[in-house]
């Protein structure tokens, strides 16, 4: 490393030399020219070659050469503009994130699949709730009167069938239309009080005993079984089955108004 450093200072001081040297043939060979004295051109061209021409270099292992330091500070302005200036690699700019813009793709966004709507499952249909039917005015049967030449075994069987059904009792009311009792308890029995229970609780049949028809005699004997006169009305109470719950032949008339033929109704239903 040494060496190369001695190597380029030896020859950074032969070029010095041979500078001045040609400047010097130079500047003669114009001050000849210019007073008469001297050579041809040629001579002085042969004078610049001569003085151009290289000199044998130093050897190297003499001595120590000058420093480099000094021979550049000695070397006049023209030398110094002569000389080349080593040069120099642009160094590669590394532009910095911000001062490059980056073509930004914009992310693909992916847009999910929507979602189904949620289906509600329909409610299931609900059964309205069974409601005991009240009852309808008249759906006892009730009738004032008594109606003469009916059926009145056949009007007491289907009201039996229809009791068993439906859970309702049976009243059988035995009288006559000429009777004055009987024609008070109709009354009684229309009134809208009473009637409710009758609609209520009971399947009704009216039957006439007042013709004198041995058939109603004895239908009315197959359920009073007692000895004497019938006192009218007679009122029989029957089941779902068609049995006696009750006949006032025995036990006697409850007093014909609302309180006593309700409280009838009320204990029989």
């Not at 190597?7 to 000849?32: D, E, N, P, Y």
């Not at 030398?79 to 690699?89: F, K, M, W």
Request: with cysteine; charged share 15%.
């Amino acid at each position: 490393m040494a060496a190369h450093r001695r190597k380029q200072r030896t020859s950074g001081i032969q070029g010095l030399v041979r500078f001045s040297a040609v400047s010097l043939t130079v500047a003669s060979a114009a001050v000849a020219t210019a007073c008469g004295v001297g050579g041809s051109k040629n001579d002085a061209a042969q004078n610049v070659s001569v003085a151009a021409a290289p000199d044998a270099p130093a050897d190297q292992g003499t001595g120590a050469p000058a420093p480099m330091e000094a021979a550049t500070a000695s070397a006049s302005p023209t030398a110094a503009a002569t000389s080349v200036p080593p040069t120099s690699r642009p160094s590669p700019s590394v532009s910095s994130p911000a001062s490059s813009p980056v073509a930004k793709h914009p992310a693909a966004t992916t847009k999910a699949a929507p979602r189904p709507a949620r289906t509600t499952a329909a409610p299931a249909p609900t059964r309205p709730a069974v409601k005991k039917s009240a009852p309808v005015s008249g759906s006892s049967g009730f009738t004032s009167g008594y109606p003469t030449g009916a059926d009145a075994r056949g009007a007491v069987k289907a009201a039996v069938a229809a009791a068993k059904a439906d859970g309702r009792k049976v009243l059988i009311d035995f009288g006559a239309n000429w009777c004055g009792n009987c024609k008070a308890a109709d009354r009684v029995f229309a009134t809208s009080g009473v009637g409710a229970l009758l609609d209520d609780s009971y399947h009704v049949v009216k039957v006439d005993i007042g013709s004198q028809d041995s058939s109603a005699f004895d239908l009315l004997r197959d359920y009073c079984s007692g000895e004497g006169a019938y006192k009218m009305p007679v009122l029989v109470v029957l089941d779902g089955n068609g049995k006696v719950v009750t006949e006032t032949h025995s036990t006697g008339n409850p007093e014909l108004t609302e309180t006593g033929l309700g409280a009838f109704l009320r204990q029989w239903a």
